[in-house]
């Protein structure tokens, strides 16, 4: 019998770099990454000594120095005394919290008109149709200064609200009053709402120059907790129910750990509202919501939601008409058809589209600085820029935030994508 003898290796020679199938490929990369970082240090260099000849550097100084400016919407202590820094938090902020409930709103609206543009009702689905069309097809900038001249034009100045010695002698009521309970009023100047109050804080610290509400954390991390805790109920009432084929009761235990310990939280530190009351020329106390905040948020989840809802319509008739057969087959009623078979698994076409359709709208906020909404672009990217001169420092700061905000939505969604997935066997 004869026995092939092992080759022997061969020793490496730097012409393998080249030649060699192997080794060919890093090094072709290896090359590439070098002369990608030689142009960016040479256009950094070039940036640098272009500067200098103007007298100018990078510098980021500017962000400690007093800003000098007013703004309206803000979440944490402002003055037109705090510095830049501060003032970049502000309007950080302010764009957090636009594209917050922006992108909640947006997705029931898409989620509700995409639906219901399948429907077999020819009247309702055309007026879905209408709405989608219409808003996808006229720029945004144009809708939020609609919306906004609707807002700050139509309601009522503060002294409609005010009752006279003379009208109540009368008999006569007010021109404007307040809604829902007579807790929110909405005037020229603003929306006034009530203000959550504790008569027992926890207290604040002070993280980057940035105020953090010990109260309010806490209460996140105690409502986590009880989400939690709920969590793993339902899980072993499933477990119980595949076990046994008997789900066990629990809708009431899981309101008791969902509510109970946040009322009781709430209550131990003394929470209230307080009331917006009509006080001289305008009202006080509770929370003035600024109508540049209102009109951009219903503006941006309007015009948003027309396009998740083509996202939401698509993902639907992707689904294969069998299952909704099926379904009907088995006496499910096509509402429940849509919530629990249709939807679950066209939300594996629906998120990609609306993983883009969030970034959209988080970017689109920056169109607040058209009705004057003091944004993330409206104080570093606008007064900031324009009082301190420097564009470069400004510009860099907005796109490396931005960048950032982006990239923690895509991949949260993409988890969430993730898990929506075809687990195949």
């Known amino acids: 019998m004869a026995y092939v003898a092992s080759v022997p290796k061969e020793s490496f020679r730097l012409s393998m770099l080249v030649y060699d199938t192997r080794y060919r490929s890093y090094t072709i990369q290896i090359a590439v990454l070098i002369l990608f970082l030689a142009f960016l240090g040479w256009l950094l260099n070039n940036t640098i000594v272009n500067l200098a000849a103007k007298d100018k550097d990078i510098n980021f100084s500017f962000l400690f120095q007093r800003a000098g400016y007013d703004i309206d919407q803000q979440l944490i202590p402002y003055t037109n005394d705090s510095t830049h820094g501060r003032a970049l938090f502000v309007g950080l902020f302010n ?10 709103l947006a997705t029931f609206i898409g989620v509700f008109v995409g639906v219901l543009r399948l429907s077999k009702n020819w009247v309702v ?18 809708w939020i200064i609609l919306v906004f001249v609707i807002f700050s034009e139509t309601a009522p100045a503060p002294r409609d609200f005010r009752a006279t010695d003379e009208m109540v002698a009368a008999g006569q009521t007010p021109a404007a009053s307040k809604i829902f309970f007579d807790s929110i009023a909405v005037t020229n100047r603003g929306t006034n709402i009530p203000r959550p109050f504790l008569d027992h804080p926890l207290g604040h610290v002070s993280v980057l120059d940035v105020p953090i509400n010990l109260s309010v954390v806490a209460a996140l991390a105690l409502i986590a907790v009880c989400v939690w805790i709920n969590r793993r109920l339902l899980a072993h009432a499933k ?4 076990e046994t084929g008997i789900r066990p009761v629990v809708w009431w235990k899981s309101l ?28 006080q106390g509770g929370i003035n919501v600024a109508h540049s905040f209102t009109a951009l948020l219903i503006a941006i989840s309007l ?9 939401v319509r698509g993902g639907i008739l992707a689904i294969s008409r ?20 249709i939807l679950p698994q066209a939300l594996r076409v629906i998120v990609p589209p609306l993983i883009s359709q969030y970034l959209n709208l988080t970017k689109n906020t920056t169109l607040g600085m058209a009705i004057s909404y003091l944004d993330l672009k409206g104080t570093l990217g606008g007064i900031t820029l324009n009082q301190t001169g420097r564009e470069l420092e400004c510009m860099l700061l907005m796109m490396a935030i931005y ?4 990239l923690i939505i895509s991949s949260g969604m993409n988890v969430f994508n993730t898990a929506m997935k075809l687990k195949e066997r």
């Open 322 to 341: 069998g299952q909704t057969e099926a379904s009907y087959a088995l006496g499910l009623r096509p509402g429940k058809t849509m919530r629990l078979i």
């Open 256 to 283: 008791l750990i969902l509510f109970v310990p946040i009322i009781v939280f709430l209550y131990a530190l003394g929470f209230h509202l307080e009331y917006p009351e009509l006080k001289g020329f305008n009202f």
């Open 303 to 311: 015009y948003t939601g027309a396009f998740i809802a083509e996202a």
């Open 125 to 142: 689905s055309r007026l879905m149709t209408a709405y989608v069309e219409t808003f996808r097809n006229i720029p945004l900038l144009l």
């Open 239 to 242: 477990a119980v129910q595949e």
């Open 95 to 104: 764009t957090l919290i636009v594209a917050f409930f922006g992108c909640i």
């Open 403 to 406: 960048l950032v905000l982006s």
